[in-house]
């Protein structure tokens, strides 16, 4: 989006808070033309610039705003008389220290900063210019994808920790990632060191190879490591309840099958 100098007609500093909201309004001379605080009421905006329209139906106004407030840009982004400069809280913070003495927020509205921020310094700045509607819906997309896999390397650890404090041979007798389906079946199925040592070879192996896993030294590694390991301890919290716990896991776990690629 180009924008030409003489093209703005007047300069308008957002600041967005929960309950109210402070605007500041100047000309391209910097005289200030309206200074005051609205309630945050869906409507209360949308009548403030349907008539901040009718008082300028010529020419653009430069709207500036703290770049956090997403939602307030996909809102404004509807009038097309107004033109966006996402500040960085950052930046706004740095020219509120280098123009107050005190450096106290309070000593100047941050909307009287923004705009004049935007009226002085315009020419350094980039309008935003929205997305497209697909690339805001894989954007979101890629986000959800990315909580969702935090989140899962999350209750992995969780759950690693979990098993080598009662049943660490389980780490070796599972794939290297928790989320696999072999590795969640078989803590499904074998919760428990006892569990498995009381299950026949035959068994043990025809669940290997259900699972995708065809190597027979391996399998016969793992049977070796079966029979041979001693439980780290019997204490009843590690001995009985672990099935509970792991229930517990499974369910916020399952759901993020993610391939990591």
Request: charged content about 30%; aromatic content about 8%.
């Given at each position: 989006?180009?924008?030409?100098?003489?093209?703005?007609?007047?300069?308008?500093?957002?600041?967005?808070?929960?309950?109210?909201?402070?605007?500041?309004?100047c000309s391209p001379s910097?005289?200030?033309l309206e200074c005051r605080q609205i309630e945050h009421a869906p409507e209360v905006p949308n009548e403030w610039l349907a008539k901040l329209r009718q008082r300028f139906p010529q020419g653009r106004i430069a709207v500036c705003l703290e770049q956090s407030k997403g939602a307030l840009l996909y809102h404004?982004?509807?009038?097309?008389?107004?033109?966006?400069?996402?500040?960085?809280p950052k930046a706004l913070a740095r020219y509120r220290e280098a123009f107050t003495t005190s450096g106290a927020k309070d000593d100047k509205p941050d909307a009287e900063f923004l705009c004049e921020l935007i009226r002085c310094h315009r020419d350094r700045l980039r309008p935003w210019v929205p997305e497209d509607e697909q690339t805001r819906n894989i954007a979101?997309?890629?986000?959800?994808?990315?909580?969702?896999?935090?989140?899962r390397t999350r209750v992995s650890n969780k759950l690693k920790a979990t098993l080598k404090s009662y049943f660490p041979q389980s780490l070796q007798l599972i794939s290297v990632n928790l989320h696999d389906p072999l590795?969640?079946?078989?803590?499904?199925?074998?919760?428990?060191?006892?569990?498995?040592?009381?299950?026949?070879d035959a068994k043990i192996k025809k669940f290997y190879t259900s699972q995708g896993s065809r190597s027979?030294?391996?399998?016969t590694e793992?049977?070796?490591?079966?029979?041979?390991?001693l439980p780290v301890t019997k204490d009843i919290i590690f001995g009985v309840r672990p099935r509970r716990c792991q229930e517990c896991v499974f369910k916020t776990y399952e759901p993020l099958h993610l391939n990591p690629g």
């Amino acid at each position: 989006m180009e924008t030409k100098m003489d093209d703005i007609v007047a300069y308008l500093g957002i600041d967005w808070a929960d309950q109210k909201h402070d605007l500041h309004l100047c000309s391209p001379s910097g005289k200030m033309l309206e200074c005051r605080q609205i309630e945050h009421a869906p409507e209360v905006p949308n009548e403030w610039l349907a008539k901040l329209r009718q008082r300028f139906p010529q020419g653009r106004i430069a709207v500036c705003l703290e770049q956090s407030k997403g939602a307030l840009l996909y809102h404004l982004m509807s009038y097309d008389f107004l033109v966006l400069y996402p500040i960085n809280p950052k930046a706004l913070a740095r020219y509120r220290e280098a123009f107050t003495t005190s450096g106290a927020k309070d000593d100047k509205p941050d909307a009287e900063f923004l705009c004049e921020l935007i009226r002085c310094h315009r020419d350094r700045l980039r309008p935003w210019v929205p997305e497209d509607e697909q690339t805001r819906n894989i954007a979101a997309l890629a986000e959800a994808r990315r909580k969702a896999v935090d989140e899962r390397t999350r209750v992995s650890n969780k759950l690693k920790a979990t098993l080598k404090s009662y049943f660490p041979q389980s780490l070796q007798l599972i794939s290297v990632n928790l989320h696999d389906p072999l590795s969640l079946a078989f803590l499904k199925r074998w919760p428990r060191l006892e569990s498995i040592q009381g299950t026949s070879d035959a068994k043990i192996k025809k669940f290997y190879t259900s699972q995708g896993s065809r190597s027979e030294q391996r399998i016969t590694e793992r049977i070796q490591l079966i029979r041979s390991a001693l439980p780290v301890t019997k204490d009843i919290i590690f001995g009985v309840r672990p099935r509970r716990c792991q229930e517990c896991v499974f369910k916020t776990y399952e759901p993020l099958h993610l391939n990591p690629g």
